[in-house]
T-cell receptor, first 113, second 112 residues
Framework: AQSVTQPDIHITVSEGASLELRCNYS??????LFWYVQSPGQGLQLLLK??????LVQGIKGFEAEFKRSQSSFNLRKPSVHWSDAAEYFC???????????FGPGTRLSVLP | DTAVSQTPKYLVTQMGNDKSIKCEQN?????MYWYKQDSKKFLKIMFS???????INETVPNRFSPKSPDKAHLNLHINSLELGDSAVYFC???????????FGQGTRLTVV
């Protein structure tokens, strides 16, 4: 069965510091990978997605993620965090269509001024 | 203009009641979804409709029934509400079943 783990439940960084959120997955076929952000009281917003090709994917709001097949990882990074980045971040994996689309448990990001 | 809108935003109801949550998208997408996010923030897909046809139906009690009157609307009706149904329900839409979906702001359902 496919699964997604996000090892860090809560991360706190200072504004301006770099950020890396970890995501590991278990999937039997070619994975399609996503990162979403959820601000308090809001729905999810897609940050970026990976289907194929270049393993370093650029997203919105200055985020990027790198797909590493050998490590079954799809970590999210940002070189300099802004206070507005404080939110919950979800990694997800699944087929492009159909069932078995799975979200990770989320990582809550707090940003110190 | 809100791309995916859900109503109501908050819903408090007693056990045993029947309630509906409405969802509308104005993006012209052909696929709509319902997701459930529990108190621990676990997010799970419940249903997906493509062009008014059900294409995903995860393991969800049959007390939950989605209804899609047209491509732009996907409503969720819940019968005989239980305490465990308390959660945030998100509607989403996408084009061609692309998982990169646009989400609504959620409906927080509390069953007392």
């Amino acid at each position: 069965a496919q699964s997604v783990t996000q090892p860090d439940i809560h991360i706190t960084v200072s504004e301006g510091a770099s950020l890396e959120l970890r995501c590991n997955y278990s999937y039997g076929a070619t994975p399609y990978l996503f990162w979403y952000v959820q601000s308090p009281g809001q729905g999810l917003q897609l940050l970026l997605k990976y289907f194929s090709g270049d393993t370093l994917v650029q997203g919105i709001k200055g985020f990027e993620a790198e797909f590493k097949r050998s490590q079954s990882s799809f970590n999210l990074r940002k070189p300099s965090v802004h206070w507005s980045d404080a939110a919950e971040y979800f990694c997800a994996v699944g087929p492009y269509y159909g069932q078995n689309f799975v979200f990770g448990p989320g990582t809550r990001l707090s940003v110190l001024p | 203009d809100t791309a995916v809108s859900q109503t109501p935003k908050y819903l408090v109801t007693q056990m045993g009641n029947d309630k509906s949550i409405k969802c509308e998208q104005n993006l012209g997408h052909d696929t709509m979804y319902w997701y459930k996010q529990d108190s621990k923030k676990f997010l799970k897909i419940m249903f997906s409709y493509n062009n008014k046809e059900l294409i995903i139906n995860e393991t969800v009690p049959n007390r939950f029934s989605p209804k899609s009157p047209d491509k732009a609307h996907l409503n969720l009706h819940i019968n005989s509400l239980e305490l465990g149904d308390s959660a945030v329900y998100f509607c989403a839409s996408s084009q061609d079943g692309d998982r990169a979906a646009f989400f609504g702001q959620g409906t927080r359902l509390t069953v007392v």
